[in-house]
């Protein structure tokens, strides 16, 4: 069982939006701090968006705010991540982690986000 798969990634035209998801299982959820990742062609990961356990203290990205919002379903188990605005700049691999004091992090496998005309 996979802890954490992302979905919804593909190629989008510039301005375009897409949401990210990222489904949890087998760990407790509602209990770690998560985060989205992404990593640009010939770049190294970067963070985009954090969010606390109970939905707080969200904290973005200089190159994402007022674009994109992070948010979280508990009772669901899924991470989202709401692109908007969305430019070239904006390609990479997504990745979804979720991480907790004393506790081994979890990161999911990723989906590609293709920003081109």
């Known amino acids: 069982q996979v802890p954490l798969v992302e979905s919804g990634g593909g190629l989008v035209q510039p301005g375009g939006s897409l949401r990210l998801s990222c489904s949890a299982s087998?760990?407790?959820?509602?209990?770690?701090?998560m985060s989205w990742y992404r990593q640009p062609p010939g770049k190294e990961r970067e963070l985009v968006a954090s969010?606390?356990?109970?939905?707080?203290?969200?904290n973005y990205a200089d190159s994402v705010k007022g674009r994109f919002t992070i948010s979280r379903n508990n009772t669901g188990n899924i991470l989202y991540l709401q692109m908007d605005s969305l430019q070239p700049e904006d390609t990479a691999v997504y990745y979804c982690?979720?991480?907790?004091?004393?506790?081994?992090?979890?990161w999911g496998q990723g989906t590609q986000v293709t920003v081109s005309s």
């Open positions: 982690k979720g991480t907790r004091w004393s506790s081994p992090e979890y």
């Open positions: 087998g760990f407790p959820f509602s209990s770690y701090a």
């Open positions: 969010i606390a356990t109970y939905g707080g203290n969200i």
